[in-house]
């Protein structure tokens, strides 16, 4: 069975859709929610002689206030070859699996995040983030794990002019399987972006995990990324990404579409 990521999304989406274009200042006084959607295709060998080939349709909803910031997300899977998706680490083992046609919705995962407003003036963004993931995706047809996950990281970036280099730490917690025999990993990103305006970004960033699987090789991938806002409400990010490992999709690429709900009219409680 090969062992393979669904998720190619860059984690520098995050950045160029927040930071690049400066925080709402309603966001101290109402919740500010938005949803998000896209695109996502991958495919290469794992370490495989075949190809297994990946169509993730995203999907999240977020809400901010202040510093904080509560997101769920989820989507819908699609995948052709002999591959069990895990969650944020591409791997491949050492036996092969059958080839085979599956689809179904995607694990779940809901996130908490802390942003240190304080340095925004200083041109620094730092934010701490904790995940919970919940296994919807389903483990016969190879599309999860079937077990809980969790997840801390880190993203620090900082804003030089237009210019911003950002970086981002992490550690996840593997749900227990035996017959994955999987274990805690470290992944990471570094990566720099370049505001061109109030409207366009672009970036370049390299990820790195560790392998879930002591025996496979640890997942690198690449990322080149355009957002652009059309409006208050509307945003998108196009991306492409090669991998660099026998772990990660030989190539993949995408796009994500954000909207931004018009604050409430009167605040809402926030969560203690």
Same mark, same amino acid.
């Given at each position: 069975?090969?062992?393979?990521?669904?998720?190619?999304?860059?984690?520098?989406?995050?950045?160029?859709?927040?930071?690049?274009?400066?925080?709402?200042?309603?966001?101290?006084?109402?919740?500010?929610?938005?949803?998000?959607?896209?695109?996502?295709?991958?495919?290469?060998?794992?370490?495989?002689?075949?190809?297994?080939?990946?169509?993730?349709?995203?999907?999240?909803?977020?809400?901010?206030?202040?510093?904080?910031?509560?997101?769920?997300?989820?989507?819908?899977?699609?995948?052709?070859?002999?591959?069990?998706?895990?969650?944020?680490?591409?791997?491949?083992?050492?036996?092969?699996?059958?080839?085979?046609?599956?689809?179904?919705? &995607?694990?779940?995962?809901? %996130? /908490?995040?802390?942003?240190?407003?304080? *340095? $925004?003036?200083?041109?620094?963004?730092? =934010?701490?983030?904790?995940?919970?993931?919940?296994?919807?995706?389903?483990?016969?047809?190879?599309?999860?794990?079937?077990?809980?996950?969790?997840?801390?990281?880190?993203?620090?970036?900082?804003?030089?002019?237009?210019?911003?280099?950002?970086?981002?730490?992490?550690?996840?917690?593997?749900?227990?399987?035996?017959?994955?025999?999987?274990?805690?990993?470290?992944?990471?990103?570094?990566?720099?972006?370049?505001?061109?305006?109030?409207?366009?970004?672009?970036?370049?960033?390299?990820?790195?995990?560790? &392998?879930?699987?002591?025996? %496979? /090789?640890?997942?690198?991938?690449?990322? *080149? $990324?355009?957002?652009?806002?059309?409006? =208050?409400?509307?945003?998108?990010?196009?991306?492409?990404?090669?991998?660099?490992?026998?772990?990660?999709?030989?190539?993949?690429?995408?796009?994500?579409?954000?909207?931004?709900?018009?604050?409430?009219?009167?605040?809402?409680?926030?969560?203690?």
């Amino acid at each position: 069975m090969i062992l393979i990521s669904a998720l190619t999304v860059p984690l520098a989406v995050i950045f160029s859709i927040s930071s690049a274009f400066g925080q709402d200042s309603f966001n101290d006084y109402f919740w500010s929610p938005r949803t998000t959607t896209g695109f996502d295709y991958s495919a290469g060998k794992f370490g495989d002689t075949r190809i297994t080939e990946i169509a993730f349709v995203p999907f999240s909803v977020q809400t901010a206030r202040g510093p904080f910031t509560f997101k769920v997300a989820s989507g819908w899977l699609s995948v052709a070859g002999p591959a069990l998706i895990l969650d944020g680490a591409g791997e491949g083992a050492g036996a092969s699996g059958v080839s085979r046609h599956a689809s179904g919705f &995607s694990d779940t995962s809901f %996130s /908490a995040m802390y942003s240190f407003q304080q *340095l $925004y003036d200083r041109g620094v963004y730092l =934010d701490l983030t904790s995940r919970l993931k919940l296994p919807s995706a389903s483990f016969k047809k190879g599309l999860g794990t079937g077990k809980v996950d969790g997840a801390v990281q880190a993203d620090l970036a900082v804003a030089v002019g237009g210019l911003m280099p950002f970086v981002t730490l992490g550690y996840k917690i593997s749900g227990v399987r035996n017959e994955l025999k999987l274990r805690n990993v470290v992944f990471g990103s570094l990566g720099v972006q370049y505001a061109w305006d109030d409207k366009v970004a672009t970036g370049l960033v390299f990820d790195y995990r560790q &392998s879930s699987l002591k025996t %496979s /090789a640890d997942p690198q991938e690449g990322s *080149l $990324y355009l957002s652009y806002r059309f409006t =208050d409400a509307w945003s998108f990010n196009a991306y492409g990404v090669v991998g660099f490992s026998r772990n990660s999709p030989d190539a993949g690429g995408g796009l994500t579409f954000t909207y931004r709900f018009a604050p409430s009219e009167s605040p809402l409680p926030v969560f203690k």
